[in-house]
């Protein structure tokens, strides 16, 4: 059971290069997200996909686009990379463990991202 | 728009010392979230509070869910340098109808031995 895994965990682009993170969980769990971290500023969510075949905007999704492949996968695209993405991604997964009116996400270890 | 705030951004403390990190917000939440992230890997879930007014305990550590459901604290008690790292709130909007967290903004913890 690996849990949430994310290919890759380094990453070195130049401007305007184009790219797609992976990310896969072995949990059967429905719900996914995208996230990028910055110093300061915590945890954005840039797409969530609460089921296979949808996914909605966070709070960040310029420059992003996502697919949501099957059940376990959900990848983010970057069409055409800007310095203002070099950041940290992480990818997470709801579990079907409800506590009260939330659930548990579980995360991937990351992917660091540098646009040069 | 951040709309969790979390104080302190950083705290160095000593080893065996007391702390204690405040998440606050504006808005309602319909439940509230610490997770504790360290170098290198994703964040970990530490508690989940639910109710106004909720505390909870995890060893040394007791979490506050404030009565309006608006603000959370994590106290610490006698910190060790294991509890070093990231520590973050993050909230469900109350009424979102999604399962869309907002995190806080993380209070970078460093315990010196």
């Known amino acids: 059971n690996a849990g949430v895994t994310q290919t890759p965990k380094f990453q070195v682009l130049k401007t305007g290069q184009s790219m797609t993170l992976q990310c896969a969980q072995d949990?059967?769990?429905?719900?996914m997200y995208w996230y990028r971290q910055d110093p300061g500023m915590g945890l954005r969510l840039i797409y969530y996909s609460a089921s296979e075949g949808t996914t909605d905007k966070g709070e960040v999704p310029n420059g992003y686009n996502v697919s949501r492949l099957n059940k376990r996968e959900f990848s983010l695209r970057l069409e055409s990379a800007a310095p203002s993405q070099t950041s940290v991604y992480f990818c997470?997964?709801?579990?079907?463990?409800?506590?009260?009116?939330?659930?548990?996400?579980?995360f991937g270890p990351g992917t660091r991202l540098t646009v040069t | 728009t951040q709309l969790l705030e979390q104080s302190p951004q950083f705290l160095s403390i000593q080893e065996g010392e007391n702390l204690t990190v405040y998440c606050n917000s504006s808005s309602v939440f319909s439940s509230l979230q610490w997770y504790r992230q360290e170098p290198g890997e994703g964040p970990v879930l530490l508690v989940t509070?639910?109710?106004?007014?909720e505390v909870k305990k995890l060893k040394r550590l007791t979490f506050q869910f404030g009565d309006a459901r608006k603000d959370s604290s994590l106290h610490i008690t006698a910190a060790q340098p294991g509890d070093t790292g990231l520590y973050l709130c993050a909230g469900l909007p109350r009424f979102s109808g999604t399962y869309k967290y907002i995190f806080g903004t993380g209070t970078r913890l460093k315990v010196l031995a």
């Open positions: 949990m059967n769990h429905n719900s």
């Open positions: 997470a997964s709801i579990s079907g463990r409800r506590a009260g009116s939330s659930y548990e996400q579980y």
């Open positions: 509070v639910v109710t106004g007014g």
